[in-house]
């Protein structure tokens, strides 16, 4: 389905190349210059209320054609604000000097050890460490022709000063425009920087009794690496790493070929399974997969849960059963870009399983909880892990019982919720994206004119019972990482602070999940899972280490913001539906901490403080590192999460779905709606369409494989409602908002 989906996204690039000159002719509106995202002022008590942020109607017909407009108005912009290396040799004349000066300047040298973003990533980010921006200047070498070989040697600590010092140079350089990809208006995003204050002010009051440790520059024992080019008959010494360097300089220090690839950061996912037998409790991981960051990145993640089964008839007809007690095992889905990948088979939650050992004795098991791992690898640095509870039937007290022996009843372990068919805890959908600060807002701009212009269809196989499970993952996945990318923008936007910036410095892990609970209906949540981020311009000065901390604490409030309105967003929600933090955070203790559940209490086993203020509700607290500043806004359910329950009327898809279908089809049919340059861009892009419908159905003729398995867990295990919500439900609401402005 991806290659399916580059040769549409790749018409609708040539389609756009036509149609410059008149989409900047139509009536859009300018974004507000960038607001102030300096730490505010520490002390502030008062703050002015949140602007009312414009919500879609859902009652009413979508402006196809504004929307589509603006959608190719922002793509364009991109287009030009993010060089690629084809753009840069020929901006360059395919002069080595003059494309060893655009490397050298336009993109800052960040200090981060290891490989964590690819060319495209780097030129998305200007910025990347000496390995990561020289393999961009080596790339952009070959391209132009040359021959070229990487050098290294020891970093000397003038060097690592030197990095350290130049890497805050853009820092404040943020582009509104990012943030309209994930449908954030400039309203919203005041919104985003209110709750922000709100939030910080209460989380640095918890800190006026700590100190902060003393700030360590980047170590000196990294190695440093340049790059030679053949020209000519010499092989030329080229540095981009400080604007300082000039070409052809002859290092101080000797180097030698590197010859073995630099290790990259990696991304762990571990799904383990506990489960009770023999009276004891047990944990087995049933799906593991690590991931190089720099070659995932941009790459669809989804996890989801399906009954076990190698075929698509044997699973229909083992799920048609209708009851839990019809359906002996199921197993996890991961899916990354085309790859499946199916997990052990486990016992279903609730549900007793008898075997009998080589000595003919009956035992019985039962799962009893499901954890997801999150695990980051940094060369040289150490691990961050995170873990989520998907379900869990024991109670603490059961679990301290066990541990001393105690065999329980299995008739005394909690049943799961229930879904439409199995646990709801396993009708759920999860998307995770790889962030590595280089998310590129280009591509994600072209996805989402591309999703736009396969809605009209998309809802027409709806309408008709058969909605394609790729199109719906697919608008999903959009979605959040539309989120992802604000997200990383937002860092970028941040000025220096006693001239100190937030980097992105190692991989970020974003999960968007929904699913269907009986008492709630349909519930989303967004999850920085992992989220940590650097410092650059890092010195041994008086209050450098303080100040680094309280930046840390300002992107935890951000983030919470940020997350709090884009899935207020995403659900076409109120303004009040998820009112600001307000009153003083206390640490908590004893019932006040018990009641919040397992993760609270792991969290101050973690060292974290753990704290929430009186109008937090029972479940949710905010957990706080008082040494380095990071915060993270934590909810029982979902981790580290905003998480927003649609109440009737409050961003369900009602009678505008069905009106907007029909008006995508006449608007397709009527030439008069669109200028020549988007009908044109239709044109090309439908053809394309057509080729992406054929492959993607060839693709599923095929045994085994990805996508047979994607149909019978989309059309078993996943309600039908929640796929069709997560997907159209995205592409309407993105839409609406698109057609908004601003």
Partial sequence: ???????????????????????????????????????????????????????????????????????????????????????????????????????????????????????????????????????????????????????????????????????????????????????????????????????????????????????????????????????????????????????????????????????????????????LKSGKLRTQNILTQRLSVPETTEQPITLFFGPATDGVGRGIGEALGGLIGNTPSMRAVMMIGERSIKSQPFATPGRIHQSTDLFQEERTETATAMTLHIRSEVPGQAASEEERVIFDLLSTKQREAIAEGDIPDTTDIGEPQMGQRYPAALESMRQIVLGNGGLSPRLAALRMSGMLLELPETLQQVSVGRPDPDAMLWYSWIASSSVAIASEELIRARPTTDGICVIANRPRVLISGMQILPNAGVVNWLDWTLDDVGMAGMTREPGAAAAARLLRVWHGALQSGLETEAILTQNGAPNGSIPPEKGSLIPLVGKQLTERGYEASKDLELGFTVVASEDMSADTWWRLDSQTGRADARFAFAGNARPFFPKPGDGALRSGVADAAKDYAEMLKDSKKFDRGTQRAIREATRAQDLAEKQSKAMRKKPGGGNEYTIVAINVSLPVALMVGAGIGSAIIYGLVYALGN
């Fill in 1 to 275: 389905m991806i290659n399916a989906r580059y040769h549409l996204n790749r018409a609708i690039h040539l389609a756009f190349a036509a149609v410059v000159a008149t989409i900047f002719l139509t009536d859009h509106q300018t974004a507000a210059a960038a607001d102030d995202w300096s730490v505010p002022v520490l002390g502030a008590t008062s703050f002015s209320d949140l602007p009312e942020r414009p919500v879609p109607s859902l009652d009413e017909p979508l402006d196809f054609a504004k929307a589509l407009d603006r959608a190719f108005v922002r793509y364009m912009h991109f287009e030009k604000a993010e060089q690629r290396l084809e753009d840069i040799a020929l901006s360059a004349m395919l002069d080595p000097e003059t494309a060893f000066a655009y490397v050298r300047d336009e993109i800052r040298t960040v200090p981060y050890q290891g490989h964590l973003r690819r060319p495209g990533a780097v030129l998305a980010a200007r910025g990347g460490n000496d390995h990561d921006k020289v393999q961009t200047l080596a790339s952009l070498f070959r391209f132009m022709g040359y021959d070229t070989r990487l050098v290294k040697a020891p970093m000397t600590d003038d060097m690592a000063e030197a990095i350290q010092l130049n890497a805050c140079r853009t820092a404040g350089q943020g582009d509104e425009q990012v943030w309209r990809l994930a449908a954030l208006q400039s309203e919203t995003m005041v919104r985003v920087k209110g709750r922000a204050e709100r939030s910080f002010s209460a989380l640095q009051d918890t800190l006026l009794d700590t100190a902060p440790p003393d700030p360590v520059p980047i170590a000196a024992e990294q190695s440093h690496i340049w790059m030679q080019a053949r020209i000519g008959r010499d092989w030329v010494d080229l540095d981009p790493a400080l604007t300082s360097n000039e070409f052809g300089a002859k290092p101080t220090i000797a180097g030698e070929i590197l010859t073995d690839p630099v290790a990259p950061h990696t991304v762990s996912i571990t799904l383990e399974l506990e489960i």
